[in-house]
């Protein structure tokens, strides 16, 4: 499967990386066997759409339809808003198995590679302006919706379809790439800004946050990282 991927999609290794770290920080902060409670799919999409909400917040400074005063919108900002995203994201993947099971299933199933190469003819950017931020926002929420539409269709019963399986992931890595090409940013940094979130959503329950302790006060804005 690694034989279809871009230049600006991350590899199978970050993916499965970003789930192992997602697995833990869920359970973290709801623990162990979160996945078997069903309340978790319109969990998931709820704190995914208020993410979302607040990265149109960002954006919207740029585009707002009803002020004369635009400017351009902070990127730090903006892209941490869809790192939040993803992290619901990939927590809603994780519904279809344990991280084993997906590795597995991506290491050995051909269907996922046929999968992953459907996405990236229904999307492969051919034809798009990315460079216009109004085009890249059209595909950016295009797959946005995508996403959480295969979602609603299937969630963990137990044995892990591979189809369904292929299908949310090739969604996700769509996310995750036009968030990369719209940022001009690598996957490395990409992935990067994910750890540096999980690491401060981590620090966030070791201080106290399920217990109603206000821990993002001292809180500093992180910043895109500077990797290559």
């Known amino acids: 499967m690694l034989d279809v991927l871009r230049d600006t999609s991350i590899n199978m290794e970050q993916l499965l990386s970003m789930l192992t770290k997602q697995h833990a920080l869920n ?30 917040d960002e954006v919207n400074t740029e585009w707002d339809w009803y002020s004369k005063n635009k400017s351009h919108f902070d990127k730090d900002a903006a892209l941490f ?46 034809g798009y302006d990315l460079d216009d931020k109004s085009e890249w926002f059209t595909r950016l929420s295009e797959s946005y919706v995508d996403f959480w539409q295969q979602h609603s269709m299937h969630w963990r019963s137990g044995d892990v379809d591979q189809e369904e399986l292929g299908l949310i992931i090739c969604r996700l890595l769509k996310f995750i790439e036009l968030t990369i090409v719209g940022f001009s940013i690598t996957p490395n940094m990409f992935v990067e800004a994910y750890n540096m979130k999980n690491e401060r959503n981590f620090n966030r329950v070791r201080n106290g946050v399920m217990n109603g302790v206000d821990v993002k006060k001292d809180e500093v804005a992180l910043k895109i990282p500077e990797v290559k």
Not at 27 to 56: C, H, M, Q, T
């Open 27 to 56: 359970n973290a902060y709801n623990g162990v066997g979160w996945f078997e409670d069903p309340s978790f799919n319109i969990r998931f999409k709820s704190a995914a759409d208020k993410e979302w909400a607040e990265f149109l």
């Open 81 to 126: 808003e869809l790192i939040d995203v993803t992290h619901f994201m990939l927590a809603a993947t994780l519904r279809y198995g344990d991280v084993d099971c997906i590795k597995e299933a991506l290491e050995t199933d051909h269907s996922l590679i046929h999968a992953f190469q459907h996405i990236q003819s229904e999307g492969n950017f051919i």
